[in-house]
T-cell receptor
């Protein structure tokens, strides 16, 4: 069964600290995505990737980096976390025209 | 500018009633449109995907329509159950290799006994 696994599921970070959110997919999908979901906003795309070694900026990339070291793994990196980055983050994998699968989300709180 | 607009923002129905959710969008190109269900604090689960210029799909008590000329989609839920309480999100997929998705803000559906 298709699966997207995010870790950690919950994280509390201090302002200015580095945070890495991890995502693993077993779907052999080329495309992977990182979104954030905030009250009053739909999911917004931060970064995405076409495949291993590629990362592309989404609609709100500022303050975030991404890394796709392999087909299965896609990480979101906050080098200097800020309280405005407190949110719920979702990872997804998919192929154009095919199903897309989401992880269960990571709740990040930056204090 | 909001590219995917959903209405109503929230809706309360009694168990057993039917309901209709609307989605209007301005995303171009529009390769396909998906409806997702998101339970509170959970991830998104795909309900259906619509692809054709004028498309209809059915998945149990969920049925959906898409009119690409009007850039409009509807999601119908028949004989609602308490477990249908959730946020329903309309998502438009662009016709590119990136498979980029644009999300609506969702309609919050509450089903009461």
């Amino acid at each position: 069964e298709a699966a997207v696994t995010q870790s950690p599921r919950n994280k509390v970070a201090v302002t200015g600290g580095k945070v890495t959110l991890s995502c693993n997919q077993t779907n052999n999908h080329n495309n992977m995505y990182w979104y954030r979901q905030d009250t009053g906003h739909g999911l917004r795309l931060i970064h995405y990737s076409y495949g291993a070694g590629s990362t592309e900026k989404g609609d709100i990339p500022d303050g975030y980096k991404a890394s796709r070291p392999s087909q299965e793994n896609f990480s979101l990196i906050l080098e200097l976390a800020t309280p405005s980055q407190t949110s719920v983050y979702f990872c997804a994998s998919g192929q154009t025209g095919h199903e897309v699968f989401f992880g269960k989300g990571t709740r990040l709180t930056v204090v | 500018k909001t590219q995917v607009e959903q209405s109503p923002q929230s809706l309360v129905v009694r168990q057993g009633e039917n309901c209709v959710l609307q989605c209007n969008y301005s995303v171009t190109p529009d390769n396909h449109l998906r409806w997702f269900k998101q339970d509170t604090g959970k991830g998104l689960v795909s309900l259906t995907v619509l692809v054709d210029q004028k498309d209809k799909t059915s998945n149990g008590r969920y049925s959906a329509t898409l009119d690409k000329d009007a850039k409009h989609s509807t999601l119908h839920i028949t004989a609602t159950l308490l477990d249908d309480t959730a946020t329903y999100i309309c998502v438009v997929g662009e016709n590119t290799n990136t498979g980029k998705l644009t999300f609506g803000d969702g309609t919050v559906l509450t089903v009461k006994p």
